[in-house]
Every structure is written in structure tokens, then in C-alpha cells.
């Protein structure tokens, strides 16, 4: 099956595109195109206008800057997992980027098209929540900063107005004492995660947890967060027992569906391993502790 016509728009300016989604009639946005394109094929969009920001040169950069690492709106997912500056000081961005799809998608998906998307089973949007990010949006009345718990309103709903652009997400860059992970529970290769857990941590100078993150995707109506889950971290010492109940209290603040893949339950009991899993390995990479494996 074909797409039904459209009108087809290549703005190569931030500012042109913006015109073009204030002047036309119920624009669509197309970026990476991974989840539209498919859409366009079956029919099951059809929108009239679509806005191609493809050509805008200058939304293409992941880098450090001012404080944040930014990630424009045409960074591609295997921007991120081959970047050494994601390998190097963003653990939890290193981790997750693999785990995105498969690679013929992450070649040509982005990361801003995926937060767009608001999908609750997408990965970065509980990596937003988990690192205190925000989305950057243009609009006719010019920048718009939205923290990533006000972004995501329902499931493919955002706080995003019709006609303003996503230009980037940032988060800000890790401290001395900071480290971060993520882990998700999929099927096989290409799937969307039955659960993933997103973990942020940062220390003070004695070891003692001075703030906690913790994002969570596919099991809740969007990308959550575990709030409980972090007041009861913050303050303390890290130790398996302060994860496991951190685990514990995460997996309750969890609303799971049961379909194919799992029950509700199940699926409970997923956030609850994730979440020790992600601490363990964000309070490693922070070097507040050292696991051993025994022989």
C-alpha cells in the first residue's frame, strides 16, 4: 500500500520551519521518520501537509555545551551509541542506545523524533525524567524550555503546541560524584520493552545519596517517574538493602497493563529487579562502590 498524497515541505531554517507550522494547516512533523513513515504506507495517518525538517543542518549536533548535553533534533540514535562522549561520562544514554530497536532504525531514527512521539514504551523519555531534563521548543513567540515531567501529558500526547518545533533535549552534564544506568526487559531484538528503568544518582563528598532520578518506561500511561522510590534514597548510603527497598517502592508506584507479553504482576516484579539492577551499576560508575563477583 501506498501513502495517500501530501503536501510535501523541506525548510532548511529553524525559523522557516517554525513559519510553515504557524501558517499551514494541520502540519505533520517528519524527522527520522520510523514510526511515521510506516504509518504513511498502511494509511493509518493521513495527514495533508508534511513539514520534512531533514534539511535543517544545523539541528544535527550532540554535544556539550553551557552545562548540558544537548542532542538536536536530527541525532540519530546511533549518534548516541557510537559517540564517545555518551561512552564516556552518560552512562545510562550508553546504555540504552543499543537496546533502541534494531540498527537499520537507530541508523535512521532520532532521539527528538522518539520524545515526540510520546510513546510510554519509548526509552529516552524516562532518561529525560531520570537526569532532570528538559525539551527545547521553537515557536512563533521564539524558545520554550519544558522540564521533562510536564512534556509528557498521555500516551502520544505532549505539552508540545501545534505550532512549535522540538529543536533538542538536553540534560545537565554529570557532576564529579554522579553516575547513571538503564536497564529494560525486552522480547527479542527490534521489540519495545516490556519494562525499563532509568537511574540517576549523585553523591556528596561522605557517599551519601544527595539526589536521586529514576525513570520508568512501558509501565505506566507515559514515561514515569518513581518519586517514591527517590525520596527514599535521597540521604542515605547505598547498600543492597536501600536499593531493594527502593526497588520495592518503584515497582508499587508502577501501573503495568497485562497483555501478550506479561501479566501486570509480572511485570511489577520487573521494575522492582531493574530498578536494584540500574542503582547498582549507577552507584559503580559514581565510585561510591565496588561489587565483586564471586569466584
Not at 500500500?1 to 501530501?6: E, H, N, Q, W
Not at 510553515?20 to 498502511?42: A, I, Y
Not at 520524545?115 to 514504551?121: F, L, N, T
Not at 533538542?168 to 527490534?190: C, D, F, N, Q
Request: a negative charge; glycine letters at 10%.
Amino acid at each position: 500500500m501506498k501513502s495517500a498524497p501530501f503536501e510535501h515541505h523541506q525548510p532548511t531554517s529553524v525559523g522557516e520551519a517554525v513559519s510553515l507550522l504557524e501558517s499551514l494547516d494541520g502540519p505533520t512533523v517528519l524527522s527520522g521518520g520510523q514510526s511515521l513513515v510506516p504509518m504513511l504506507r498502511f494509511r493509518l495517518a493521513n495527514p495533508d501537509v508534511v513539514v520534512d525538517i531533514n534539511g535543517i543542518e544545523e539541528l544535527d549536533y550532540l554535544h556539550e555545551d553551557d552545562g548540558y548535553l544537548k542532542i538536536g533534533a536530527l541525532a540519530r540514535h546511533a549518534d548516541v551509541e557510537h559517540s564517545d562522549l555518551i561512552a564516556e561520562k552518560y552512562g545510562s544514554f550508553a546504555d540504552a542506545a543499543p537496546l533502541v530497536a534494531d540498527p537499520q532504525i537507530r541508523n535512521r531514527g532520532t532521539v527528538v523524533g522518539s520524545v515526540a512521539q510520546a510513546d510510554p514504551k519509548g526509552d529516552w523519555g524516562s532518561l529525560l525524567i531520570a537526569h532532570g531534563g528538559e525539551v527545547v521548543a521553537h515557536g512563533p513567540d521564539g524558545e520554550r524550555v519544558i522540564p521533562a515531567d510536564e512534556f509528557f501529558l498521555l500516551p502520544y500526547d505532549t505539552s508540545l503546541d501545534e505550532d512549535e518545533l522540538i529543536t533538542e533535549v538536553r540534560i545537565p552534564v554529570p557532576s564529579e560524584r554522579e553516575g547513571s544506568a538503564y536497564h529494560k526487559l525486552k522480547r527479542k531484538t527490534g521489540d519495545y520493552a516490556m519494562a525499563g528503568v532509568g537511574v540517576c544518582l549523585r553523591f556528596d563528598d561522605d557517599g551519601v545519596v544527595e539526589s536521586a532520578g529514576i525513570g520508568m518506561t512501558a509501565v505506566d500511561i507515559t514515561n514515569a517517574r518513581a518519586s517514591d522510590a527517590e525520596d527514599h534514597l535521597e540521604g542515605e548510603r547505598p547498600s543492597p538493602d536501600l536499593f531493594e527497598e527502593a526497588g520495592e517502592l518503584a515497582a508499587e508506584q508502577s501501573h503495568p497493563e497485562s497483555d501478550e507479553h506479561g501479566d501486570a504482576a509480572y511485570k511489577e516484579r520487573m521494575v522492582d529487579v531493574l530498578t536494584q539492577r540500574a542503582l547498582g551499576d549507577a552507584a559503580e560508575r559514581a565510585g561510591v562502590v565496588r561489587r565483586t563477583v564471586n569466584p
